[in-house]
C-alpha cells in the first residue's frame, strides 16, 4: 500500500482514527459497522457504542416520507447498483439523540463502494461534512439571509439537476443492461471492457470481464481470429459486420467449449479529436437461427433426392403474374428453360398434347378446384410424347382468393407402357383362348363326322386334344428348335387330319432368333385358326400354300427370309380393313426387328401374308 513505509509501523486503525474528516463504514444493508472519532464528534456522539452496529436510521432516525430520507436511500442505491461513488450536495439531516430537541444541520456526503479481495462491493465509506452554522445564519441581517437563501437554492438546484442526470443515466444503464442484443465497449490497445450487457455475459458465460482485457477475459478466443480483427479495426478505424460467424465460448465451469454463431458489428469509438480510443461491440446470437437453417437446409436436400428419386418435379405458379418455376426435373419433363423469372404458364400449356389440351387449359384458365385432385395428361415436345401425373395445391391470400398454385409432376411414360402391354397380352389371351375353343369345336366336329364308332371318336379326340395342347404349349414357351421348318411343323400340327390340303413349298431352312420365331409362330397360328374358321379349310374344297426363300446377307453375317401364306378355294373374303386384334397381332409380329414386315391381304380368292424377316444363319 505504502512503497516507502513498512506495513508493520502503521496501524490502519490509528490511521482511520487520526483523520481529520469525518467517515463512516455502512454495511451493504447499512448498519454502521464503524466510524472514526472525527465523525463521532461530527454527529454529537460520546461512544461508538450508541451507533455501532444499529442499522443508520435506527440509529439517525429520519421519516420515510420525507427529502432528507429519500435523497440519503437514493445515493446509497446508485452505489450499490453502480458499484461507482457517489456525491450528495446538500442535505438537510437531524442527528440529535432520540428524546433531545431536534437540530436539524445541513450536510455535504460522499459515498464510496469498498471492495474485498473478489473484487465484490462489500462496504460503503461515507464522508459526511457540516456544511452548516446556525448560529452565523441566525446573527446575519436580511440581505445575508438572502444571500444565503439563494446560495442554498442553487445547491439545491445542483443537487436536483444531479439527480435528474443520474436518472437519465440509470434509465440508459437499464436500456443497456436490458438490450436484447449482446453489447460490449472495449478500451484501448488491449481492448479492455468498460462495459458489458447481460446479454454479453450471457453469451460468453463471464460476469467477471470489467477491467479486464479481452484476451485475459476470453482467452479461447485468441486462435480465432477475432482480436486480430479488432486490432485491425482500431488501425484503420472502419468498422467490420460479420454475419452467423462461428465462434467457440468456454464458459466458467464448463469442460468444452460450446459452438455459438453471431452476427455481430465491430465499430470504432473516436474521442474529440478523431482518434480510435476504443470499439464498440454490438450483436446477436443467432445460433438457433443457423440450427434452424441448417436442419431446414438437410430437409430441402433430402425433400429433393426424395424427388429426384421417385422422379417427382415441384413448381410454384404465381397467379398475379402468371408465372411458373420449377424444379430441375420438372423443366426436364416440359423442356423449359432454367431462368430466374420462370416461365409464363402459357409456354407451359403449349406443351400439353392436343388430345389433352383443351381439359388442361379449362382447368388452368379458371383455377378450377379440380386442380387439386391428380390428373394424367400427356405431353408433346417435338415427335416425343410423354405421359404425366400431375396434382396441386391452391394458396390463398388473406381475403380469401387463389394466390399461387403449389405442385408436383411425375413422368407416367414408363407405368403407361406397361399398362399397355398388359391391356395387350390380357386381349392376346382372350383372343388364344377363343381360338383355341374354335380349334376345339372344328376339331370336334370333324372327328364327330368320320368317326364310325363312338371308340374311335374318343381316341380320336383325345389325340387330337393332346396335340393341340403341345402346340399351344411350345407356343408359350417359345420355340425350343429355332429352325424355320420347325415351327411351321408344330404350328400345323393341329391340322395334321387336313395334310392333304396343305401345301409347303420349302426352300432350304434358316436358324431364328428366339423372338423372331415366337413372333412366326403365333402369326402362323392365327392364320391356321382364321382359316379353319373362316377361311379355305373351312370348307372342303379350300387349300393353304406356304412357302419361303431364303436370301444370303454375308455383309450381315446371316440371312433374309420371305415367307408366303397363300389360300384358295375358299369362301369369300370379307376386307374388315386390317382394324380386326388377328390383322394387329399378325402386323407387329415382327416388329421389333428393324428389317421385319409382314403384310395381310384380303384378296379376292383368299387371304394372302408375307413375312420378312432376318435369320441368323442358313442351314
Same mark, same amino acid.
Given at each position: 500500500?505504502?512503497?516507502?513505509?513498512?506495513?508493520?509501523?502503521?496501524?490502519?486503525?490509528?490511521?482511520?482514527?487520526?483523520?481529520?474528516?469525518?467517515?463512516?463504514?455502512?454495511?451493504?444493508?447499512?448498519?454502521?459497522?464503524?466510524?472514526?472519532?472525527?465523525?463521532?464528534?461530527?454527529?454529537?456522539?460520546?461512544?461508538?457504542?450508541?451507533?455501532?452496529?444499529?442499522?443508520?436510521?435506527?440509529?439517525?432516525?429520519? !421519516?420515510?416520507?420525507?427529502?432528507?430520507?429519500?435523497?440519503?436511500?437514493?445515493?446509497?442505491?446508485?452505489?450499490?447498483?453502480?458499484?461507482?461513488?457517489?456525491?450528495?450536495?446538500?442535505?438537510?439531516?437531524?442527528?440529535?439523540?432520540?428524546?433531545?430537541?431536534?437540530?436539524?444541520?445541513?450536510?455535504?456526503?460522499?459515498?464510496?463502494?469498498?471492495?474485498?479481495?473478489?473484487?465484490?462491493?462489500?462496504?460503503?465509506?461515507?464522508?459526511?461534512? !457540516?456544511?452548516?452554522?446556525?448560529?452565523?445564519?441566525?446573527?446575519?441581517?436580511?440581505?445575508?439571509?438572502?444571500?444565503?437563501? =439563494?446560495?442554498?437554492?442553487?445547491?439545491?438546484?445542483?443537487?436536483?439537476?444531479?439527480?435528474?442526470?443520474?436518472?437519465?443515466?440509470?434509465?440508459?444503464?437499464?436500456?443497456?443492461?436490458?438490450?436484447?442484443?449482446?453489447?460490449?465497449?472495449?478500451?484501448?490497445?488491449?481492448?479492455?471492457?468498460?462495459?458489458?450487457?447481460?446479454?454479453?455475459?450471457?453469451?460468453?458465460?463471464? !460476469?467477471?470481464?470489467?477491467?479486464?482485457?479481452?484476451?485475459?477475459?476470453?482467452?479461447?478466443?485468441?486462435?480465432?481470429?477475432?482480436?486480430?480483427?479488432?486490432?485491425?479495426?482500431?488501425?484503420?478505424?472502419?468498422?467490420?459486420?460479420?454475419?452467423?460467424?462461428?465462434?467457440?465460448?468456454? =464458459?466458467?465451469?464448463?469442460?468444452?467449449?460450446?459452438?455459438?454463431?453471431?452476427?455481430?458489428?465491430?465499430?470504432?469509438?473516436?474521442?474529440?479529436?478523431?482518434?480510435?480510443?476504443?470499439?464498440?461491440?454490438?450483436?446477436?446470437?443467432?445460433?438457433?437461427?443457423?440450427?434452424?437453417?441448417?436442419?431446414?437446409?438437410?430437409?430441402?436436400?433430402?425433400?429433393?433426392?426424395?424427388?429426384?428419386?421417385?422422379?417427382? =418435379?415441384?413448381?410454384?405458379?404465381?397467379?398475379?403474374?402468371?408465372?411458373?418455376?420449377?424444379?430441375?426435373?420438372?423443366?426436364?419433363?416440359?423442356?423449359?428453360?432454367?431462368?430466374?423469372?420462370?416461365?409464363?404458364?402459357?409456354?407451359?400449356?403449349?406443351?400439353?398434347?392436343?388430345?389433352?389440351?383443351?381439359?388442361?387449359?379449362?382447368?388452368?384458365?379458371?383455377?378450377?378446384?379440380?386442380?387439386?385432385?391428380?390428373?394424367?395428361?400427356?405431353?408433346?415436345?417435338?415427335?416425343?410424347?410423354?405421359?404425366?401425373?400431375?396434382?396441386?395445391?391452391?394458396?390463398?391470400?388473406?381475403?380469401?382468393?387463389?394466390?399461387?398454385?403449389?405442385?408436383?409432376?411425375?413422368?407416367?411414360?414408363?407405368?403407361?407402357?406397361?399398362?399397355?402391354?398388359? !391391356?395387350?397380352?390380357?386381349?392376346?389371351?382372350?383372343?388364344?383362348?377363343?381360338?383355341?375353343?374354335?380349334?376345339?369345336?372344328?376339331?370336334?366336329?370333324?372327328?364327330?363326322?368320320?368317326?364310325?364308332?363312338?371308340?374311335?371318336?374318343?381316341?380320336?379326340?383325345?389325340?387330337?386334344?393332346?396335340?393341340?395342347?403341345?402346340?399351344?404349349?411350345?407356343?408359350?414357351?417359345?420355340?425350343?428348335?429355332?429352325?424355320?421348318?420347325?415351327?411351321?411343323?408344330?404350328?400345323?400340327?393341329?391340322?395334321?387330319?387336313?395334310?392333304?390340303?396343305?401345301?409347303?413349298?420349302?426352300?432350304?431352312?434358316?436358324?431364328?432368333?428366339?423372338?423372331?420365331?415366337?413372333?412366326?409362330?403365333?402369326?402362323?397360328?392365327?392364320?391356321?385358326?382364321?382359316?379353319?374358321?373362316?377361311?379355305?379349310?373351312?370348307?372342303?374344297?379350300?387349300?393353304?400354300?406356304?412357302?419361303?426363300?431364303?436370301?444370303?446377307?454375308?455383309?450381315? =453375317?446371316?440371312?433374309?427370309?420371305?415367307?408366303?401364306?397363300?389360300?384358295?378355294?375358299?369362301?369369300?373374303?370379307?376386307?374388315?380393313?386390317?382394324?380386326?386384334?388377328?390383322?394387329?397381332?399378325?402386323?407387329?409380329?415382327?416388329?421389333?426387328?428393324?428389317?421385319?414386315?409382314?403384310?395381310?391381304?384380303?384378296?379376292?380368292?383368299?387371304?394372302?401374308?408375307?413375312?420378312?424377316?432376318?435369320?441368323?444363319?442358313?442351314?
Amino acid at each position: 500500500m505504502f512503497s516507502n513505509v513498512a506495513a508493520e509501523d502503521l496501524d490502519l486503525r490509528d490511521l482511520f482514527n487520526a483523520s481529520a474528516n469525518a467517515y463512516v463504514i455502512f454495511t451493504r444493508e447499512l448498519v454502521i459497522a464503524g466510524c472514526n472519532d472525527a465523525y463521532l464528534k461530527t454527529v454529537g456522539r460520546q461512544d461508538r457504542d450508541e451507533i455501532i452496529g444499529r442499522p443508520l436510521f435506527e440509529a439517525f432516525p429520519a !421519516d420515510p416520507a420525507s427529502d432528507e430520507y429519500r435523497i440519503l436511500t437514493t445515493s446509497f442505491d446508485r452505489v450499490l447498483s453502480t458499484n461507482q461513488p457517489d456525491h450528495i450536495a446538500l442535505i438537510p439531516y437531524n442527528t440529535s439523540r432520540p428524546g433531545e430537541p431536534p437540530v436539524v444541520r445541513f450536510w455535504s456526503a460522499t459515498h464510496t463502494p469498498l471492495r474485498n479481495k473478489q473484487g465484490e462491493l462489500a462496504y460503503i465509506l461515507q464522508h459526511t461534512q !457540516d456544511v452548516t452554522e446556525l448560529q452565523t445564519l441566525r446573527q446575519r441581517d436580511a440581505r445575508a439571509n438572502m444571500a444565503e437563501s =439563494g446560495l442554498l437554492a442553487r445547491a439545491q438546484a445542483v443537487q436536483a439537476a444531479s439527480e435528474k442526470l443520474f436518472g437519465e443515466i440509470a434509465l440508459f444503464r437499464d436500456l443497456f443492461e436490458q438490450a436484447p442484443g449482446f453489447i460490449a465497449a472495449l478500451m484501448g490497445p488491449t481492448h479492455t471492457f468498460q462495459l458489458a450487457n447481460e446479454a454479453y455475459r450471457r453469451l460468453v458465460g463471464r !460476469d467477471n470481464l470489467i477491467g479486464r482485457g479481452i484476451a485475459e477475459a476470453l482467452p479461447e478466443i485468441v486462435e480465432q481470429g477475432f482480436i486480430d480483427v479488432l486490432d485491425r479495426v482500431r488501425l484503420t478505424g472502419k468498422p467490420y459486420s460479420g454475419q452467423a460467424v462461428p465462434v467457440l465460448l468456454q =464458459g466458467e465451469g464448463k469442460t468444452q467449449p460450446e459452438l455459438r454463431h453471431v452476427d455481430f458489428v465491430y465499430q470504432p469509438i473516436r474521442d474529440g479529436g478523431g482518434e480510435v480510443t476504443g470499439i464498440f461491440v454490438q450483436g446477436y446470437d443467432v445460433t438457433e437461427r443457423w440450427r434452424a437453417q441448417r436442419d431446414l437446409q438437410r430437409q430441402t436436400d433430402l425433400l429433393q433426392l426424395a424427388q429426384q428419386g421417385g422422379g417427382f =418435379g415441384t413448381y410454384d405458379w404465381d397467379l398475379r403474374s402468371n408465372r411458373v418455376r420449377g424444379t430441375q426435373l420438372f423443366r426436364e419433363l416440359f423442356q423449359l428453360p432454367d431462368t430466374p423469372e420462370g416461365v409464363s404458364m402459357d409456354d407451359v400449356l403449349s406443351r400439353i398434347h392436343p388430345d389433352d389440351a383443351v381439359r388442361m387449359t379449362g382447368l388452368a384458365n379458371g383455377v378450377s378446384p379440380d386442380i387439386e385432385i391428380p390428373h394424367e395428361f400427356k405431353l408433346l415436345v417435338g415427335d416425343r410424347v410423354t405421359w404425366i401425373g400431375a396434382r396441386g395445391t391452391i394458396v390463398r391470400d388473406a381475403y380469401g382468393q387463389p394466390e399461387r398454385v403449389l405442385g408436383a409432376v411425375h413422368d407416367l411414360t414408363q407405368r403407361k407402357q406397361i399398362e399397355e402391354r398388359l !391391356d395387350m397380352v390380357a386381349r392376346e389371351s382372350a383372343h388364344r383362348v377363343k381360338n383355341i375353343l374354335t380349334i376345339m369345336q372344328i376339331i370336334s366336329e370333324n372327328t364327330l363326322r368320320r368317326a364310325t364308332s363312338l371308340e374311335m371318336a374318343r381316341k380320336s379326340l383325345v389325340e387330337r386334344i393332346s396335340a393341340l395342347n403341345q402346340a399351344q404349349m411350345r407356343i408359350l414357351a417359345g420355340p425350343q428348335d429355332s429352325r424355320l421348318q420347325t415351327i411351321v411343323r408344330d404350328t400345323f400340327t393341329i391340322t395334321y387330319q387336313l395334310d392333304d390340303r396343305i401345301v409347303i413349298e420349302a426352300d432350304g431352312d434358316a436358324e431364328l432368333a428366339p423372338r423372331t420365331g415366337l413372333g412366326v409362330a403365333l402369326a402362323l397360328h392365327e392364320l391356321i385358326t382364321n382359316a379353319l374358321k373362316y377361311g379355305a379349310l373351312s370348307v372342303p374344297e379350300g387349300r393353304v400354300f406356304i412357302g419361303w426363300d431364303i436370301t444370303p446377307c454375308p455383309d450381315q =453375317g446371316g440371312a433374309r427370309v420371305t415367307l408366303d401364306w397363300r389360300e384358295t378355294g375358299g369362301p369369300p373374303v370379307k376386307d374388315a380393313g386390317g382394324k380386326g386384334f388377328g390383322s394387329m397381332l399378325i402386323r407387329n409380329s415382327l416388329a421389333h426387328d428393324p428389317a421385319g414386315r409382314a403384310d395381310w391381304i384380303a384378296a379376292p380368292d383368299g387371304v394372302r401374308c408375307q413375312f420378312v424377316f432376318t435369320a441368323k444363319a442358313i442351314v
